[in-house]
């Protein structure tokens, strides 16, 4: 949702801290910590006893039973005994143990830490980026201000030229054709000025769905200058590498750790027919409880098999995280190089355009003289007017553009 009321300071530092605050993504970092924590706490119950209940019916095709001889003399005594009865139940419970898992437990709670750390890094990355879009948003609605700035000068001058053009005309000096081009000439930068202003105010909306309040109706604050930054990136984009490569070796240790043996503790015990005692079963069919206690030891041979090739895909995947940290790099150093070149190609400019609007004022100034004394007509004076506008406009979009130079350059380092 969108507040009222406006921004109480229009800064870009703080249209950068309301805009990654209320961008939707920042509500990943909570997400991807809870996930954590789920994740931890389910590797940490493997330690915990696994209890295991079970029931069973079963009918078999045969059972032990005593040997005919055995039975011929029973019954020779007058005894009757069938054996082990071939309906059989079971209602048990089995309880196990971990007493050595091969590591298996601590490489899950590697992995959960290094998924969620490189999430968070993919996050960074994102958010991170949207320095980029604001400051963009940002520099644009400067530009836009200063062309409002220099139009309403410009619809300023003409106006003083029209009235007093006018004037020359009623008193013979100027003739009316002189009268119609500045007119037609102030019509048009009023025309400029309403589009100019369109234009400003849809930047400044998209800025405030971008920071989530409405902006007050003073102007954004130009940017203070700052020196360049030492050239050492410091971007998240290498964090989110370095935490890829975490995330690789957390990998690495539960393949290893997938061919080591398992050793727990179990018991069972459990109520039913037959007992443990099968002699004792094989004479009355009554119900009994049994239990068993014991060590188990496992090992997963077949996770040898394909051990070799989950590695070498691993190393791939190194592989190919560390081609992307080249390209990253290769890209970012080309991006510094261009920054630098615009950085001192705008220098030079700002340095000199000082210079030209005082020179285009002075030939301006000179040139509405002229008009008055009748040695130019309206034409050349609207050529000199537009002379003057276009430096001085030229001036301010150099030193927006410088600063906004600078603080691409500081985005890029990270800086």
């Known amino acids: 949702a969108m507040s009222v009321s406006g921004v109480a ?14 961008y939707p993504e920042i509500r990943q970092y909570d997400l991807i910590s809870q996930t954590e924590q789920y994740n931890l706490s389910n590797a940490v119950r493997a330690w915990i006893p696994q209890v295991a209940l079970s029931a069973q019916v079963t009918y078999q095709s045969a059972t032990p039973a005593y040997p005919d001889a055995f039975n011929a003399i029973l019954q020779t005594n007058g005894m009757e005994m069938d054996g082990v009865r071939k309906d059989q139940y079971k209602i048990a419970v ?7 898992d091969g590591g298996l437990s601590k490489a899950n709670r590697l992995m959960a830490e290094a998924e969620a750390e490189e999430q968070r890094r993919c996050v960074d990355v994102s958010v991170y980026a949207l320095q980029s879009r ?3 948003i940002y520099f644009g609605i400067l530009l836009l201000d200063e062309r409002v700035a220099q139009t309403e000068m410009l619809i300023s001058v003409l106006e003083s030229n029209l009235s007093r ?5 009623e008193n013979g000096v100027a003739r009316q054709v002189d009268a119609d081009v500045v007119e037609a000439e102030l019509l048009s930068a009023r025309q400029t000025l309403a589009q100019v202003l369109s234009s400003r105010a849809s930047y400044r909306r998209m800025l405030e769905l971008f920071i989530g309040c409405t902006l007050s109706d003073d102007k954004l ?11 050492t990136t410091a971007r998240p984009e290498l964090a989110m590498f370095s935490a890829q490569e975490n995330r690789l070796s957390a990998q690495r240790k539960a393949i290893n750790t997938s061919v080591m043996p398992r050793l727990s503790a179990f018991a069972q015990g459990y109520y039913g027919y037959p007992g443990l005692d099968m002699f004792k079963s094989m004479v009355s069919s009554d119900w009994s409880f049994n239990a068993i ?7 997963n041979i077949g996770a040898f098999y394909t051990k070799k090739n989950n590695l070498d895909k ?9 081609v992307q940290r080249d390209v990253f790099l290769f890209n970012t150093q080309m991006q510094i190089v261009q920054d630098e070149g615009e950085i001192t190609r705008l220098r030079h400019a700002v340095d000199e355009d000082e210079r030209i609007v005082e020179l285009r004022r002075r030939v301006r100034v000179t040139a509405e003289s002229q008009l008055e004394n009748g040695v130019i007509d309206a034409t050349d004076l609207l ?5 003057e506008r276009d430096a001085a406009l030229a001036q301010s979009v150099h030193e927006i553009e410088l600063l906004q130079a600078v603080y691409r350059l500081k985005t890029t380092l990270n800086q």
Do not use: T
Not at 221 to 231: G, H, K, Q, S
Not at 293 to 299: E, K, Q, Y
Not at 314 to 322: G, S
């Open 9 to 22: 300071a229009q800064s870009l530092d703080e249209c950068r801290r309301l805009a990654r605050e209320h």
């Open 94 to 100: 089995d309880v196990s143990q971990n007493i050595w």
């Open 134 to 136: 604001i400051d963009n």
């Open 165 to 169: 053009m006018r004037a020359y005309c």
């Open 221 to 231: 604050e130009r940017p203070v200058m700052r020196d360049l930054p030492p050239f």
């Open 293 to 299: 206690v014991g060590v188990r030891m496992s090992w």
């Open 314 to 322: 691993l190393d791939l995947a190194q592989k190919q995280l560390d």
């Open 383 to 387: 050529r000199k007017i537009a002379d």
